[in-house]
Each structure stands twice: as structure tokens, then as C-alpha cells.
């Protein structure tokens, strides 16, 4: 079965760090530019952060810069997203996303077309 699985979201306490692992299953991740999306109850998803599928380019949303930072591990198929300084407001579920031979700032602009792989996310909590 083809999919992307997150992990690694939890309950933290404001400032607190966690860190996301998206996981391919059934085929690799070399050659996809992966995305990390969110979703706040009541909002839009919105792009987090993105790495380029061959340069290893990376965008970010610009209320993010300085806090976050994505990574890939393509010989463990991973990509994670280390979230540091947590605040109430990242407080959202996150997803994961590839779309084959993109570019970063393209995926994280253009998310909702075009995707190839969704995971189901994974629910971060930041409160007190």
C-alpha cells in the first residue's frame, strides 16, 4: 500500500520542541518534494514547510522561520520537521504531502492540487 504515515506529535507545554517523522510506505521518497501542511480547527491548512524533490531547497512559512526546520533522510524514506519554541498557535493537526519532481516553494504554495501522496496526519497540542 502506498502512503505517507506521520508520527510524532503529542501534547507539549508552550516553548516545549517536538519533532515529526513522515514515513513513505510502498515506494521512496527520492525524487518527491515532501511538504508539511497544518490545520487549525476552523482555519484553512496552510504550508508549514517545504524541501525540493532534488536540491534539497526548502521554503517556509515566513511566522515560522527560526523555529522550524525540515529535514530528509532519503535512505530511511523519512522527512521530519523539527519544531522548536513551540507557541498555542501552531497548535493544529499536521500533515505530510509529496508531489513527484516539485519544487519546495511551488508544493508549500500549491497544495490543494496535484498532490500524489497525503498522509493522515498527526495532532500537536501546545498548551499549558
Known amino acids: 500500500q502506498l502512503q505517507l504515515v506521520e508520527s510524532g506529535g503529542g501534547l507539549v507545554q508552550p516553548g516545549g520542541s517536538l519533532r515529526l517523522s513522515c514515513a513513505a510506505s510502498?515506494?521512496?521518497?527520492?525524487?518527491?518534494?515532501i511538504g508539511w501542511f497544518r490545520q487549525a480547527p476552523g482555519k484553512e491548512r496552510e504550508g508549514v514547510s517545504c524541501?525540493?524533490?532534488?536540491?534539497?531547497?526548502?521554503y517556509y512559512a515566513d511566522s515560522l522561520k527560526g523555529r522550524f526546520t525540515i529535514s530528509r533522510d532519503n535512505a530511511k524514506n523519512t522527512v521530519y520537521l523539527q519544531m522548536n519554541n513551540l507557541k498555542p498557535e501552531d497548535t493544529a493537526i499536521y500533515y505530510c504531502?509529496?508531489?513527484?519532481?516539485?519544487?519546495?516553494?511551488?508544493?508549500?504554495?500549491?497544495?490543494?492540487?496535484?498532490?500524489?501522496?497525503w498522509g493522515k496526519g498527526t495532532l500537536v497540542t501546545v498548551s499549558s
Open positions: 504531502a509529496a508531489r513527484k519532481g516539485d519544487y519546495a516553494i511551488r508544493l508549500c504554495a500549491t497544495h490543494y492540487v496535484g498532490i500524489d501522496y
Open positions: 510502498g515506494f521512496t521518497l527520492d525524487g518527491y518534494a
Open positions: 524541501i525540493s524533490s532534488s536540491d534539497g531547497r526548502t
